[in-house]
């Protein structure tokens, strides 16, 4: 997020008169268009490498990836070390304690492979369970909304396919550096500090996530966590199963059964990730690659589908016509995101109508060029069977690309912190229905409905774009926002991350109530729409606010067509990219 002054610091979202004075306090002044190569938003230059390169949301992540690769590991092994490094440096965003989706290319098969990551309800917490406590909502912090946590194990399945050096070797940097301490960076202090006053009544987060059990660290003080390098270095000698049926495991089930949570050992023991098919939609000669339910990624397919019928190059970037069909895109898909998405395991979303050209045309003739949307109706009923987050990606010499995704969800999880590990677990169990007869009810032994997506761009069948951004909802809105700066717009790589996003706010969810949109929601446009697109939205009936900070987080490697690759890295958040 860009900071603005302290005393220039609005609320979180305020009334378009508030909007639109901000917006002419900052007209003319020095913005990234007044840079000589011309790009109206790039904050800073593409980075371009001829052999290997990494982009993650922290400089020293980054760092690791690279030394790595030039260890001569892959760039499997290379996320893997820079995850584990993002989990000790950026524990606002992720961790071990939570779930990990990734998207690989392999340079020797020629194809895509997708793995999905993501935990399991406990077995022993039932629907009638909440009922019983008269919720409506499952809490977002404490134990209740924790799920097994599926990123140790995607570790060892990603590097067990794809590694070429010792998984001990991948996690040394973390270690090292959660022994020896880092500086911590400018947004994740804020974030931090925003976590503890909600978290610290938690047993174990301000023992191990708080310095003097009372604050979160400043910017630029150094932070260890000794607990972390321990369950780290047993993790490295032990294998994935030292954190499911080990002491590890042995612990948290105490911890859980201490703390009036339900995770328990047998939970931990019985978790395994799959690997699954990557699903696509063409854009305009673009092949646009998702992993399929219980994650959102197809969400940004069917707003790519329904975008293409438009021509946006000739509207322009920032016109009033291209941000109302995005918006308009955006809730016809999300309709559909919360009423069919879930775990497949559970009910089967139609996937391939989903992201049929057929089904977007259909779905299409529900625009109005003319007038925003207050209510939208899935497209497809469901048939019930019964029964914040950081991306990274990285590329090396050989040409293996990885997209990689990892969350704690809500920033730093749960706030349920065991004893001596060093790590939260998450709170994505939130992200559940609390009434019976929706795709994604809970139920014990599921994995709920996921936000956390990575996303890959293949052209003519060879790879284009490993790319991500991450933020909740934000997610599929800014995969699709990413493409369309590309192919549309003719940004670079970095100006298409740096332009002023779209956030539309307000429609129907897949989790807690499931309330449906009544009131068309809220559109919040960053800095930089121009006064007379922000009127024109208002006469089409959006209800226009200002907002600091939902606009995610991006990080972007394409193959450069001259040779090596060229990576981009969010300007809102602590990234950083770089090659050799």
Not at 1 to 20: E, I, K, N, W
Not at 68 to 92: F, Y
Not at 382 to 389: A, K, W
């Amino acid at each position: 997020m860009r900071r603005l002054p302290t005393a220039l610091v609005p609320p979180a979202a305020l009334t378009l008169g508030v909007a639109l004075a901000f917006a002419s306090t900052f007209a003319g002044k020095a913005h990234a268009a007044d840079r000589v190569t011309g790009e109206p938003f790039a904050t800073r230059s593409e980075v371009y490498a001829p052999n290997a390169i990494a982009a993650t949301s922290h400089p020293l992540a980054t760092q690791v990836a690279l030394d790595v690769m030039k260890g001569g590991g892959s760039a499997v092994d290379a996320a893997i070390a820079a995850n584990a490094a993002l989990g000790l440096m950026e524990p606002t965003g992720n961790g071990i304690g939570g779930d990990l989706f990734a998207i690989v290319w392999d340079p020797k098969t020629k194809k895509l492979y997708g793995y999905n990551g993501s935990g399991r309800s406990p077995k022993s917490l039932t629907l009638a369970e909440f009922q019983r406590r008269g919720l409506t909502d499952i809490p977002a912090h404490g134990p209740l909304p924790v799920t097994v946590p599926g990123t140790v194990d995607g570790w060892f399945a990603l590097h067990e396919k794809f590694g070429r050096q010792p998984m001990a070797q991948n996690l040394a940097p973390a270690i090292r550096y959660a022994r020896e301490g880092h500086p911590v960076h400018e947004v994740i202090a804020y974030y931090w500090d925003r976590s503890v006053p909600r978290l610290s009544k938690w047993p174990g987060f301000s023992e191990q996530f708080t310095v003097d059990g009372k604050r979160a660290p400043r910017v630029g003080e150094m932070w260890k966590n000794p607990n972390l390098a321990n369950t780290l270095e047993k993790i490295a000698k032990g294998g994935r199963d030292a954190f499911y049926k080990g002491d590890i495991a042995r612990t948290i089930d105490a911890y859980f059964k201490a703390n009036g949570g339900f995770l328990s050992y047998e939970d931990l023991a019985a978790h395994r990730g799959n690997w699954v098919e990557p699903v696509s939609a063409s854009y305009r000669g673009v092949d646009i690659w998702e992993l399929p339910p219980n994650g959102q990624g197809i969400a940004a397919l069917q707003i790519l589908n329904l975008l293409e019928p438009y021509d946006l190059k000739k509207y322009g970037f920032g016109s009033p016509e291209h941000v109302h069909l995005f918006t308009e895109a955006k809730k016809l898909a999300f309709a559909d995101r919360a009423a069919s998405y879930a775990d497949p395991d559970f009910y089967q979303a139609p996937v391939a109508r989903l992201i049929s050209k057929e089904y977007a045309r259909e779905r299409g003739k529900l625009i109005s060029p003319d007038r925003a949307a207050n209510a939208v109706e899935p497209g497809v009923i469901p048939e019930l069977n019964e029964g914040d987050t950081i991306y990274m990606t990285v590329a090396d010499d050989r040409g293996m690309m990885v997209s990689l995704i990892q969350s704690n969800y809500r920033g730093m999880g749960s706030g349920m912190a065991p004893p001596g590990l060093g790590f939260i677990f998450q709170d994505r169990g939130e992200q559940f229905v609390l009434k019976p007869g929706h795709a994604n009810t809970y139920a014990p032994g599921k994995r709920p409905f996921h936000t956390i997506i990575p996303a890959f761009a293949t052209k003519n069948g060879k790879p284009w774009m490993s790319f991500g951004l991450m933020g909740g909802a934000m997610q599929p809105q800014g995969h699709a926002q990413i493409i369309v700066n590309l192919v549309d717009f003719g940004m670079n790589l970095q100006e298409a991350g740096d332009a002023p996003r779209i956030h539309h706010d307000g429609s129907t969810e897949p989790a807690g109530q499931n309330t449906a949109m009544t009131d068309g929601g809220v559109l919040e446009l960053e800095t930089g729409f121009p006064y007379e697109t922000i009127r024109a939205l208002m006469r089409k009936g959006h209800t226009v606010k200002f907002a600091d900070g939902p606009f995610g987080g991006y990080q972007a490697i394409m193959v450069n067509p001259e040779g090596g690759y060229i990576a981009a890295s969010e300007s809102r958040k602590d990234g950083h990219a770089a090659g050799y």
